[in-house]
T-cell receptor
């Protein structure tokens, strides 16, 4: 099976712009989660989607949003970018079911906000 | 909220040595723990997990120990190799949840 695929790999944006990141989960995985990784804060949970519905949300402002499509692919959007949004954004998928808590991560999208 | 922490941000070892990476957790409701390895330019990768009804679990060259009394988790890597150089994260998941809280990470550097 192919792993979790994230595009683009790198992005450079300026303050005030908006950005959309894409994630294709492992085939058969219906849960997709997004994480922000920075040197200062580590891995922070953004949100989780399952069956096109946001099931859990972390402690991030409303500028961070996401969605999931019927094929389980997911996108996240950040509007009105700030310098502090510079980070590695990781997508992770997992199969649904009891005992299936471990996450399978993509390589991430490195976002730089100038 | 409660968080998972690590004692050592950086661990340097010689090739062939055994490595021990420690993690303290604070949520007594956590009943599932996972260790992830993140190599440069990649996302975290699952290494080994353990549930709270166990105190030890072994994999290939890796062992995870869980001490619920002091809320401590450790990852032992036997005969450490240069390819083991990476950042290692512990993660805890409370019972009834499946959203992990990650520790800050420990950078393991293996010198040939």
């Amino acid at each position: 099976k192919a792993g979790v695929t994230q595009t683009p790999r790198y992005l450079i944006k300026t303050r005030g712009q908006q950005v959309t990141l894409s994630c294709s989960p492992i085939s058969g995985h219906r849960s997709v989660s997004w994480y922000q990784q920075t040197p200062g804060q580590g891995l922070q949970f953004l949100f989780e989607y399952f069956s096109e519905t946001q099931r859990n949300k972390g402690n991030f402002p409303g500028r961070f949003s996401g969605r999931q499509f019927s094929n389980s692919r997911s996108e996240m959007n950040v509007s009105t970018l700030e310098l502090g949004d510079s980070a590695l954004y990781l997508c992770a998928s997992r199969p649904e079911g009891r005992g299936e808590e471990k996450l399978f991560f993509g390589s991430g999208t490195q976002l730089s906000v100038l | 909220g409660e968080s998972v922490g690590l004692h050592l941000p950086t661990l340097s070892v010689q090739e062939g040595d055994n490595s021990i990476i420690n993690c303290a957790y604070s949520n007594s409701a956590s009943d599932y723990f996972i260790w992830y390895k993140q190599e440069s330019g990649k996302g975290p990768q699952f290494i080994i997990d353990i549930r709270s009804n166990m105190d030890k679990r072994q994999g290939q060259r890796v062992t995870v120990l869980l001490n619920k009394t002091v809320k401590h988790l450790s990852l032992q890597i036997a005969a450490t190799q240069p390819g083991d150089s990476a950042v290692y994260f512990c993660a805890e998941i409370p019972g009834g949840s499946y959203i992990p809280t990650f520790g800050r990470g420990t950078s393991l550097i293996v010198h040939p």
